[in-house]
């Protein structure tokens, strides 16, 4: 029975921790903002250079940058490098068409909240996630999504 409830009590600390870990949907706006003005500054090239440093600061514990063109072609994501050049606008995983939302949220008002569904890291467990997508003057957005 104690090694039961020295189980629960690793179990439920690391859980926290794991929610400790997590950053804030406030972080992921400030991070896509912040994104914004690099590709503003220094152009898409040398921004995806940094976007994809993993001891940069543009990817920070659950925390990336992606960046998609308004036809949803993925230009640029640190994580997932084999998606760049691919066309995403009618991808729907879980019940979204996230990457339509974004671009409708990029046409209509430049940056915004867009919500989604995704998987949990670490789970399979499927909860809500929200992205902050803002446009830069090189007219495409960049996003940062975070769990809600």
């Known amino acids: 029975m104690k090694q039961v409830l020295v189980g629960v009590a690793a179990l439920t ?3 926290s921790a794991l929610a400790f870990e997590m950053a804030s949907p406030d972080e992921a706006k400030a991070m896509s903002e912040r994104a914004q ?3 503003n500054e220094m152009g898409s090239e040398k921004a995806f250079e940094m ?4 001891d940069g600061e543009f ?3 659950d925390l990336y940058v992606f960046c998609m063109d308004m036809e949803g072609v993925m230009l640029s994501h640190p994580l997932r490098p084999e998606l ?13 068409l996230l ?7 990029a046409k209509e ?13 670490g789970t399979d467990e499927i909860r ?3 992205s902050y997508i803002a446009t830069n003057d090189e007219e495409f957005f960049c996003g940062v999504g975070a769990y809600k």
Do not use: C, H
Not at 51 to 54: E, S
Not at 84 to 96: A, C, E, K, S, T
Not at 99 to 105: R, T
């Open 13 to 15: 600390l690391m859980t």
């Open 37 to 39: 003005a690099v590709v």
């Open 51 to 54: 976007f994809a440093d993993p």
């Open 59 to 61: 990817i920070d514990r």
């Open 84 to 96: 760049v050049g691919q066309n995403l606008i009618d991808f729907n995983r879980y019940g979204d």
């Open 99 to 105: 990457f339509q939302n974004m671009i409708a949220k």
């Open 109 to 121: 008002s430049g940056s915004g909240w867009v919500d989604y569904n995704w998987t949990y890291p």
């Open 128 to 130: 809500e996630k929200t």
